[in-house]
């Protein structure tokens, strides 16, 4: 993305906005990945991220829409992420929950910067998460993210996957996790755990109620060869 590109993009920035406060310090070697800019390679990737002077700017890979800018203080081996301030123009960019808006950039910069201690979800507390995340050892072999998506949108990512073909949506777990959700409400949570094995590069994931009381399903990785 050129330069000029990005300034249109910072620019754009909607004037009806609202703020969240972060005081997160980051070495400047890790910022790094932020100052070099991070460009998607294609549309599956949600993201563009640049800096400009003493802000970052977050903008929509599909249409270039600045959605966040984070406001940086350098001082000498640090950079210190003073505050959020996210569009509040529904057009671009629906919601209404500063709260929430705070938690997905945390989730984002965490995912970025390959790290797990920047957003700790409570669900992490839950004993059944707990246990669950018992079994991986050693603990630095594997990255682990919790998520919340609707009945609506699982229904939705199992109709997606069906195009692997039937074989393999029935041993990776989604055709039986399909049909425990088939009737439930739309509208009703589901609690996810994902779990990344860095040294096979697989993941395994993990539905329960949205709780964490009991266990719905898991989704397990199926080798290539017996798809």
């Known amino acids: 993305m050129t330069l000029e590109k990005q300034k249109q993009i910072a620019s754009s920035f909607s004037e009806k906005f609202e703020g969240f406060e972060l005081g997160i310090s980051l070495p400047t070697a890790e910022f790094s990945l932020f100052d070099n800019g991070v460009f998607a390679n294609s549309m599956d990737e949600k993201w563009n991220v640049f800096v400009l002077e003493n802000f970052m700017y977050w903008a929509r890979t599909w249409t270039n829409h600045c959605i966040c800018k984070i406001r940086l203080t350098r001082k000498a081996d640090i950079v210190i992420l003073e505050m959020g301030f996210v569009t509040r123009d529904n057009t671009q960019f629906n ?3 500063i709260n929430d808006d705070k938690t997905l ?5 965490q ?10 979800d409570p669900a ?9 995340l018992s ?15 609707s009945v609506k949108i699982n229904k939705a990512i199992y109709q997606s996957v069906l195009h692997f073909g039937q074989d393999y949506v029935n041993k990776t777990g989604w055709t039986d996790f399909y049909e425990k959700i088939k009737n439930m409400d739309d509208e009703i949570d589901i609690l996810s755990l994902y779990i990344h094995d860095k040294e096979t590069n697989e993941g395994t994931t993990y539905h329960f109620d949205n709780d964490g009381k009991a266990l719905i399903n898991i989704i397990a990785p199926v080798e290539l060869s017996s798809r």
Do not use: H
Request: aromatic share 16%.
């Open 111 to 120: 995912a970025y910067l390959e790290r797990d201690d920047i957003y700790v």
């Open 95 to 97: 919601s209404d929950n």
């Open 135 to 149: 079994k991986y050892q050693p603990v630095s072999r594997y990255k682990k993210s919790i998520g919340r998506q």
């Open 124 to 132: 992490f507390n839950y004993d059944i998460i707990k246990q669950t």
């Open 105 to 109: 950039f945390l989730k984002l910069l």
